[in-house]
């Protein structure tokens, strides 16, 4: 049947220089704009397997691209390697054990996400040179995705132009086509600046920037009733004003989080928002100023390619664990609680099995869920491009994201087995969608059926520069 034993073998060949990557990169988590050192790694690679590479991507100093092949449509194989702070983590542990240093860890498993992606961008470069077939095989290494929205920045810069597909995966759970549920969201930023005066003896004089800023809460929290119910908004305070009570608070700013399921949704939540501060500053005669920090769109779905990596998941058939595999995730499973095992069924729409800890089965399309849902910046992909996603099982079922076990099993036999699994999965759908052209014009027609009821607008104004970091020993 068509060429997939051949793709596969390449991943079986290609894995453990790919492998070796992920746990590298592991061992050097860095985070948001920062990835200066996971990025050298991913674009060693690329030279060392034979790709071009474009560096510097949309200006983004750890974004990385490597391409190969000639004529014919493009694939995107998309992949990551930024971390998170606070989620350092001994592997292979199942109890808290952060590691020295500076507390980051690979708490989402991006060091396998983009290895894996890698991974499957070689096996697809393979078999294009083996059969002469037209067409390009891009690996884009994209940092920041954790707070950053690089994808959403390269994608404001044209990046992703011109590609006919892209493919990718997240370390999860079970294994499956992901669905597209992700929330658009915006970080915007409230600043208010009034007078500062002495609060006992000249009180009249003082405008309080902290009372805008608690007015505009309480505004918000009444807007909560009379939103769409999928709609998220969450706040932090940057700063409060100070420390001294007897000071009428001269400034305070606001961070929000505004999250809706669709970019026309959230645009209007962003207005909503923003008249709620305004109508703060003008009870309190203070002014305000309102910036977007990021912003990324909600996923968009795509059926036909969505059914063409069903197909190949099953085609493949699950991974295959063996019995210290299961033992070690008995063990992570043993630290969480039972309602984060049982939400986690729910989140795929199925009835616990106590058969495992591991998912050694795949998850049918189309069952009933209760998804918990975030936002990505896979999303912005997913309205230039027709965009697809799995979800391999890596991690014990029940497994919280962003979490101290998901960095104690990021670089375990398991998780190598299903990093080459899942590369398997991309490869083979997108030598798909280069044997069948006729894939390929069914997912843009999905995808431009979408943009006719809504185009895509990119949700971060021209103006917005990704908040880069500088290279480390450029200090
Ligand atoms: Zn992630």
Known sequence: MKNEPDIWRSV????????????????????????????????????????????????????VIGEAGQGGPIIAFLGEYDALPGLSQEAGVAEPRPLPGNGQGHGCGHNLLGSAALLAACALKDWLEATGTPGRVRYYGCPAE??????????????????????????????????????????????????????????????????????????????????????????????????????????????????????????????????????AAMMTDTRVDISIMSAVSNLLPNAPL???????????????????????????????????????????????RDTAALCDFIVPRGTAREPMIGSTDVGDVSWIVPTVQAHAATLAIGTPGHSWQVTAQGKTPAAHKVLTWVAKVMAATAQDCLTNPDLIARARADLDARLAAAPYVCPIPAEVRPPLQPRPDAA
């Open 12 to 63: 079986d060949q290609h894995a453990p220089d790919l492998i070796g990557l992920s746990d590298r990169v592991w061992g050097m988590p860095e985070i948001c704009y920062t990835e200066y050192r996971s990025v050298a790694e991913h674009t060693a690679m690329l030279r060392d397997k034979g790709f071009q590479i474009t560096e510097n991507v949309a200006g983004i100093p750890t974004a």
């Open 146 to 279: 954790e707070g950053g929205a690089a994808k959403s920045f390269m994608a404001r810069e044209g990046a992703f132009d011109g590609v006919a597909v892209a493919i990718t995966w997240h370390p999860h759970c079970f294994n499956e086509v992901a669905p597209a549920l992700s929330l658009a969201n915006t970080r915007m930023d409230f600043e208010f600046t009034g007078r500062a005066s002495h609060a006992a003896a000249a009180p009249h004089l003082g405008r309080s920037a902290l009372d805008a800023a608690q007015l505009m809460c309480t505004g918000v929290q009444y807007l909560r009733e009379h939103v769409p119910q999928e709609s998220r908004i969450h706040y932090s305070f940057l700063d409060a004003g100070g420390v001294a009570p007897n000071v009428v608070q001269a400034k305070a700013k606001l961070r929000f989080a505004i999250r809706s399921p669709d970019l026309p949704g959230m645009f209007e939540l962003n207005e909503r928002v923003k008249r709620i501060a305004q109508g």
């Open 306 to 352: 969505e059914e063409a990596m069903q197909a190949n998941l099953e085609r493949l058939g699950p991974p295959v664990f063996d019995e210290a595999d299961r033992a070690f995730a008995a063990e992570i499973q043993a630290t969480l609680q039972a309602s984060d095992i049982a939400s986690a069924w729910r989140g795929v729409g199925l009835a616990p």
